[in-house]
Nanobody, 117 residues
Framework: QVQLVESGGGLVQAGGSLRLSCEVS????????MAWFRQAPGKEREFVAA????????SYADAVKGRFSITRDYAKNTVDLQMNRLKPEDTAVYYC??????????WGEGTQVTVSS
């Protein structure tokens, strides 16, 4: 079992920055992928960014490439999402997820990000 708890959401003006954190606990295997997804009101959940639990290769949705960065903090055991140059269309509930080979079995409860114009 893996437990994921997100934090760091809030209200920010367009052009601003936020840093989300996903606290990871439980049994995470070396081959797990850690990811961030988001869901805006009335829309389906969409992929934002991912990285392996061990390793450094990252992937991003086109909509956030160059603005968002996913990293792992080994000391705090978190997976963080640094979000820069935020846009109103980034407004959503952001979820942390974990799994193997693109199947995400573990999810956090989400944290709200609101970007005002």
């Amino acid at each position: 079992q893996v437990q994921l708890v997100e934090s760091g959401g809030g209200l920010v003006q367009a052009g601003g920055s936020l840093r989300l954190s996903c606290e990871v606990s439980g049994r995470v295997f070396w081959n797990y992928t850690m990811a961030w997804f988001r869901q805006a009101p009335g829309k389906e959940r969409e992929f934002v960014a991912a990285r392996p639990w061990t390793g450094s290769r990252t992937s991003y949705a086109d909509a956030v490439k160059g603005r968002f960065s996913i990293t792992r903090d080994y000391a705090k055991n978190t997976v963080d999402l640094q979000m820069n140059r935020l846009k109103p269309e980034d407004t959503a509930v952001y979820y942390c997820a974990s799994g193997i080979s693109g199947t995400y079995d573990y999810w956090g409860e989400g944290t709200q990000v609101t970007v005002s114009s």
